[in-house]
């Protein structure tokens, strides 16, 4: 496939710019932002930068290939786009803007549960390839309705969130009025009025919902309601009982994303799931917790052969999906460098941001003259 590439944003964080020109401050905040005094959220990027590779030069080179063989699926590289909540708010019609680009691409799209575009959509989009993230609900009703639904959108992996027992302070989302019940405050509308294009889009698209949760809201709730209604309707810590329920109702290839320590590892491979996600949430949630880089080097280390063991949190380019891989991931996500692409070039952002990572990876496995993405741990120089 010939990659779409846009030479004014030849980078993530040229996109990441253009990103903050283009939207709202406060979608903006909500987007980049980590937790508390985010330190986690630096941490993860600075952590994963220290990781060197080893080059060969004085070797032939036959060529490479960033296929990727995944739950007996082959994706085209080894990266994917990871679930994200309220989307539509950062940009309009984001989720469906990085499923069609995933789709076209053949990586995977991880959808939440709480973004603004509904399960079936995004499985019509991309014919049932797209994978779905669980919000753990309160009531078994409705988690067995939303797990019917992803069965029957032919979703083929479950990916369920381990690392949100409680939401993350977030003092910029405060500010703001994105914690629950959000509000629109005369400095917000003040900052939609300078962003035209966003504020035409939105216009074109709709005012973002949360797709995925409207047959179970009641119609016609106000901002304070919206607000107690999430709250009383997900509960996010999880449990043995409720992941056994989970992996008996669900016949796909299950995954437990947030994981960050060999601890809940083991209990993973325990419980019969089929791969984890290493993952602190983007520095989300637990800004005194480690980067995602050093644990997964441990469990990937400890479990590489029980378990398909991946990764996110603190990757933004084809460099860092290199040094994730060469620390023992399988696979990669990345959120925040899709969503900057979306907000900063619309519809062409999903693939443009694709087709710059698999630029930069495929620079570095030539430069490191390694021919195979499984080679990659050989080229990890060890501290």
Known sequence: MALEFNTKYPSIDDLRKKAQKNIPKFAFEYLDGGCNEDVNLHRNVSELRDVQLKPQYIKNFNGLSLKTNLFGIEYDAPFGIAPIGLQGLIWPNSPEILAKAAFKHNIPFILST??????????????GKAWFQLYHPTENRLRDDIIKRAEAAECPVLVILCDVPTFGFRPRDIRNGLAMPPKMSVRNIL???????????TLRYGQPNFANLKPYMPKGLDLKQLGQFMDATFSGRLNEDKIKAIRDQWKGKLVLKGVASEIDAQEAIRLGIDGIIVSNHGGRQLDSGESSIKPLTRIAEKFVNQIEVMMDSGIRSGSDVARAIASGAKFTFMGRSFMYGAAALGNKGGNHTISLLKKELNQIMEQLCCERLEDLPSHLIKK
């Not at 709480?114 to 014919?127: A, D, G, H």
């Not at 900052?191 to 889009?201: F, I, R």
């Open 191 to 201: 900052q939609v009025m300078g962003k035209p294009s966003w504020a035409l889009n």
């Open 114 to 127: 709480v973004t603004t575009t509904s399960i079936e959509r995004v499985s019509e989009l991309t014919e």
